[in-house]
């Protein structure tokens, strides 16, 4: 339940500015240095990829580290501020708002790898590139970021994003400006049925399906003629976030704002050309919370249930996992919930589980919460701390808890402050203690809209 209406923060001017300068934002408080003092040594480091958590830790280790080989491997030129994707696919955000140039942020010292890597042994401490020369490593950090694999929905392909009423944020910083459009012509088309879905699997900002759902409810609204839209939003299991208050919050928000809820089911494939949508039943009993018009259809030869939609939009999220050539490599999970598909390492020393001179970081670990740019604040001083102790044969000093953040965006206008850890705890850990995370207020929609990116550059630049 919804503890309280849209609750306006009236924050003065030195609350405000301590907000700006803070850098801090939701996610990106102050963990404290865990360690200080430069260590020398002439081991050879790999980085692979340079995103939030790559550049962050090319940044700390190039500072903490006096002669050593650094690799950062990165093939892209660009760095795209991926939190940004959901306001550009809302119609807040221009697109050129989230780039700039990596370059930006490869720190002095560091060897700046523009190719991809193709694969790891982690046996030989070997890393191949594209152009088949090989990387030999004394230590890893994994930071390849994830994997969408559209290819699992029969049909679908991210090149789809923006035609056929087909968006999805998650595909690029292109495929959100052509949701954003898809949206749009949705909305000029003046009716019709809007879907909206959810993965099987855990993904990065697991807020940005909601989110989307949530500024699209505010479009239609805004239309004066919301009755005319029907807005539907079916999920694979029967969370639709995995923090339970906040959980509780969004189905009841989306009951009394008249989305349709079906659990249980998960979006199998896709006819473009058609319009619709299918969904196979992934659970042992299904929650209805209204009737709508999805055909219940044939049971397939599999012997599963499965509906077809219509849509006039529908928004996909895709399957998504450690991009493949990790997969496919020693360091891969090989037992428990992330097995085959994450990377294998301890949730709060960020050390691989089975070669203690790999450390993983960000959306590529095997983890029950985290993908977002928040944990990876709180997780790149915990890598430092620990990787340099690992360096000396020291016992590892430093753990992660788990640290993630939200900004929920409820409407456009309007947000909640989300911050827990492993335990759940939503009062954990406030950035900000004025904003309560219960609440929805406009502040929070500030941070979201004008200071998270600021703070996001300050931890690839590793001063956060
Ligand atoms: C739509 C959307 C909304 C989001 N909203 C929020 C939010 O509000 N708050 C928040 O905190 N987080 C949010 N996030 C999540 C956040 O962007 C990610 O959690 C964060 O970027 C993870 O950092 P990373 O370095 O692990 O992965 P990435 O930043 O994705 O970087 C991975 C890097 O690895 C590189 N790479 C991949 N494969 C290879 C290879 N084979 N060889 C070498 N390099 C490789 C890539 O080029 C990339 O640069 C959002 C994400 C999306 C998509």
Same mark, same amino acid.
């Given at each position: 339940?919804?503890?309280?209406?849209?609750?306006?923060?009236? *924050?003065?001017?030195?609350?405000?500015?301590?907000? @700006?300068?803070?850098?801090?934002?939701?996610? *990106?408080?102050?963990?404290?240095?865990?360690?200080?003092?430069?260590?020398?040594?002439?081991?050879?480091?790999?980085?692979?990829?340079?995103?939030?958590?790559?550049?962050? &830790?090319?940044?700390?280790?190039?500072?903490?580290?006096?002669?050593?080989?650094?690799? *950062?491997?990165?093939?892209?030129?660009?760095?795209?501020?991926?939190?940004?994707? #959901?306001?550009?696919?809302?119609?807040?955000?221009?697109?050129?708002?989230?780039?700039?140039?990596?370059?930006?942020?490869?720190?002095?010292?560091? #060897?700046?790898?523009?190719?991809?890597?193709?694969?790891?042994? $982690?046996?030989?401490?070997?890393?191949?590139?594209?152009?088949?020369?090989?990387?030999?490593?004394?230590?890893?950090?994994?930071?390849?970021?994830?994997?969408?694999?559209?290819? *699992?929905?029969?049909?679908?392909?991210?090149?789809? +994003?923006?035609?056929?009423?087909?968006?999805?944020?998650?595909?690029?910083?292109? @495929?959100?400006?052509? #949701?954003?459009?898809?949206?749009?012509?949705?909305?000029?088309?003046?009716?019709?049925?809007?879907?909206?879905?959810?993965?099987?699997?855990?993904? %990065?900002?697991?807020?940005?399906?909601? %989110?989307?759902?949530?500024?699209?409810?505010?479009?239609?609204?805004?239309?004066?003629?919301?009755?005319?839209?029907?807005?539907?939003?079916?999920?694979?299991?029967?969370?639709?976030?995995? =923090?339970?208050?906040?959980?509780?919050?969004?189905?009841?928000?989306?009951?009394?704002?008249?989305?349709?809820?079906?659990?249980?089911?998960?979006?199998?494939?896709?006819?473009?050309?058609?319009?619709?949508?299918?969904?196979?039943?992934?659970?042992?009993?299904?929650?209805?919370?209204?009737?709508?018009?999805?055909?219940?259809?044939?049971?397939?030869?599999?012997?599963?249930?499965?509906?077809? $939609?219509?849509?006039?939009?529908?928004?996909?999220?895709?399957? &998504?996992?450690?991009?493949?050539?990790?997969?496919?490599?020693?360091?891969?999970?090989?037992?428990?919930?992330?097995?085959?598909?994450?990377?294998?390492?301890?949730?709060?020393?960020? =050390?691989?589980?089975?070669?203690?001179?790999?450390?993983?970081?960000?959306?590529?670990?095997?983890?029950?919460?985290? %993908?977002?740019?928040?944990?990876?604040?709180?997780?790149?001083?915990?890598?430092?701390?620990?990787?340099? $102790?690992?360096?000396?044969?020291?016992?590892?000093?430093?753990?992660?808890?788990?640290?993630?953040?939200?900004? &929920?965006?409820?409407?456009?206008?309007?947000?909640?402050? +989300?911050?827990? @850890?492993?335990?759940?705890?939503?009062?954990?850990?406030?950035?900000?203690?004025?904003?309560?995370?219960?609440?929805?207020?406009?502040?929070?929609?500030? &941070?979201?809209?004008?200071?998270?990116?600021? $703070?996001?550059?300050?931890?690839?630049?590793?001063?956060?």
């Amino acid at each position: 339940m919804s503890r309280s209406p849209l609750a306006p923060v009236r *924050l003065d001017r030195r609350q405000l500015l301590k907000l @700006g300068l803070g850098a801090g934002a939701a996610g *990106l408080l102050p963990l404290g240095s865990l360690q200080a003092g430069t260590l020398s040594t002439n081991a050879r480091i790999v980085i692979l990829g340079g995103g939030a958590a790559g550049m962050a &830790m090319a940044n700390r280790l190039s500072r903490r580290l006096a002669g050593a080989s650094i690799s *950062l491997v990165e093939p892209r030129e660009i760095h795209h501020y991926q939190p940004g994707w #959901t306001l550009v696919a809302s119609g807040v955000w221009l697109p050129d708002k989230t780039m700039r140039p990596n370059a930006n942020f490869v720190p002095a010292g560091v #060897t700046w790898v523009r190719q991809p890597a193709l694969g790891i042994d $982690a046996e030989q401490r070997r890393v191949s590139l594209a152009d088949a020369s090989v990387l030999e490593y004394d230590y890893l950090v994994v930071a390849t970021g994830l994997q969408l694999n559209y290819h *699992l929905i029969d049909g679908m392909s991210p090149d789809l +994003v923006g035609t056929h009423g087909i968006g999805s944020v998650y595909a690029s910083l292109e @495929g959100a400006t052509r #949701t954003r459009d898809a949206i749009d012509a949705w909305i000029a088309k003046g009716s019709g049925k809007g879907i909206f879905t959810a993965a099987p699997t855990p993904v %990065k900002c697991a807020g940005a399906p909601l %989110k989307m759902t949530f500024t699209t409810l505010s479009r239609l609204e805004d239309t004066g003629h919301r009755d005319d839209f029907e807005v539907d939003f079916l999920a694979p299991g029967s969370a639709l976030f995995s =923090q339970p208050w906040v959980n509780d919050f969004v189905k009841q928000r989306f009951d009394d704002q008249g989305v349709n809820r079906r659990h249980h089911y998960r979006l199998s494939a896709i006819d473009p050309g058609a319009r619709q949508a299918e969904f196979t039943f992934v659970g042992p009993d299904s929650e209805f919370t209204s009737h709508h018009e999805l055909r219940e259809a044939e049971f397939s030869q599999e012997g599963e249930r499965r509906v077809i $939609a219509d849509y006039d939009f529908i928004h996909v999220v895709p399957p &998504m996992s450690a991009p493949d050539f990790i997969r496919e490599s020693d360091l891969i999970a090989r037992e428990g919930p992330f097995r085959g598909e994450w990377l294998d390492v301890d949730i709060h020393t960020m =050390q691989h589980n089975r070669y203690p001179e790999v450390f993983g970081i960000g959306d590529v670990i095997g983890a029950p919460i985290n %993908k977002t740019a928040a944990s990876v604040k709180a997780q790149a001083p915990v890598v430092e701390a620990n990787l340099l $102790a690992q360096m000396q044969d020291q016992p590892l000093p430093a753990r992660h808890n788990g640290y993630t953040s939200c900004p &929920m965006i409820t409407g456009i206008g309007k947000a909640m402050l +989300v911050e827990f @850890g492993y335990d759940n705890n939503l009062d954990f850990l406030p950035s900000f203690p004025f904003i309560d995370p219960r609440d929805e207020s406009w502040a929070a929609w500030v &941070m979201k809209d004008r200071m998270l990116q600021p $703070a996001y550059y300050a931890v690839l630049e590793g001063q956060a």
